[in-house]
């Protein structure tokens, strides 16, 4: 018979396997935690660009160090007086040291954006796939992992994440400029909560953070001490405990499990951000200007002037060289950009085809042609170098050869008559040439241009760096 305790006993029955069944799922997660993931997700997407625009300055900056390097090499070749020659070039050679230096960098550079990239772009696939999982399949909300306010109720549309940069493609072009404080010294700024459970309306509403325990019902099987998500999230304990601020503090999360990608993406970051990538155009001529003033500039430039056999103290070849920058660079001091500029609109060998032609060094962009133009005037200079040798050559030879004129006045009869080439005129009683003997050697002129001294020390040294 069906009385008031049957009655009772049947409510106490059906409110127990509610609660059961309510509390076999745990809290969604609050809507400023899957916010701050979200956001986590933004500035990890954005590191690949970051490391490939750090890898185009660094490559930019050796290309313009070597093209840059290049006009002043020509510009050298077309110069008259040698000083100034050998200023020039060896202004060249110090951007091509330059250049080199860039290029060590580039190699410092290139694990480090790799490493970034790897790591970073590990870490937003973590985060997306979690939250892709949790909200792709959201319809109303009887159930849900995730809050639409804090306390709130869970997601009923999958509109709510639709300023969640998820389940898209990586791009090179999609930066961010919050990057340096988001990757702070010892944290990642974006991941501050305590605690991300929801403690109102969707406490029991995701299964996936239920209290553990034995069961097929049941994600976590014991308590769980794991980062997930990307290492986003901390999970532990048995409540469970989940937060985003366990990595407030790097350092003290490295033995978190599911942790070690994002520990590395925020360390690798980081030393890529430290990586100093000037803009190539600005950061040459800087170098260049910081040369013209520099006293050691000079140094080189007198050792150079040594090497062609230019005699004189260190302090007067010093002076020498100072005098010259000055009148070609200004010392590096407020005349310096229109000397800079009129330098490199010398005009030279434009390097395009056979017949030489010229235009301004500064116009020419293609490499290839700069190296051309170069090449031009130390083949130039060399073939001058060689003739001129050549010629100096065969008068050694010729004086070798012909036999020097005797000696013949002033000598005395006797003397006369027994000198070779000499005999005595009897009319004008003194010693005199006979016909026969060697005419006066005629020394030709010959002028070694300075020019090819200064510059054959850098035709080596072009070849070897262009040939790599």
Known sequence: ???????????????????????????????????????????????????????????????????????????????????????????ASKLNEAAAEAQGDLESLRPKALKATAAASAVYGGISEFLTLIYTAVGGNTGGCLSDSDNGDVISSKSSLSNCPIDREISLSETSSTLESTFAANALTTLKSATAVNSGSAATKCVIFAAPGQGTAKVFQTAPATAIAGGTLKVSGSTPDIATNYLTTISSASGTAGAKLIIQAHTATRQLLAQITPDPTTAVKNKVKELAGDLNFAKIIVKN?????????????????????????????????????????????????????TEKASSITSTKELIQSVLYYQIDLTTKFKRVKEELEQTKNDCEKKPQKPECNGKEEGECGTTKGCEWNKTKEKCKLTKKAPKPLVTPAVRVDNRILAQKQHAQSLIDIYAE
């Not at 701050?36 to 050796?62: D, I």
């Not at 007067?316 to 590096?332: P, S």
């Open 1 to 91: 018979m069906f009385n008031t305790a049957t009655a009772s006993v049947l409510i106490y029955t059906s409110v127990l396997a509610c609660n059961r069944v309510a509390h076999a799922s745990g809290p969604a997660l609050q809507k400023t935690d899957w916010t701050e993931m979200c956001a986590t997700a933004t500035e990890m997407r954005s590191v690949p660009a970051l490391a490939n625009t750090k890898l185009e300055k660094t490559q930019g900056l050796m290309t313009e160090c070597r093209q840059t390097a290049l006009r002043p090499e020509a510009v050298a070749g077309t110069a008259q007086d040698q000083g100034d020659s050998l200023v020039i070039a060896s202004l």
């Open 305 to 357: 002037l040594k090497l062609i056999g230019m005699k004189g103290s260190d302090s007067t070849l010093e002076a020498y060289a100072r005098r010259k920058i000055k009148n070609l660079l200004a010392d590096g001091g407020a005349n310096f950009d229109s000397k800079w500029q009129a330098l490199i609109d010398t005009q030279v060998y434009d390097g395009k085809i056979e017949e030489v032609k």
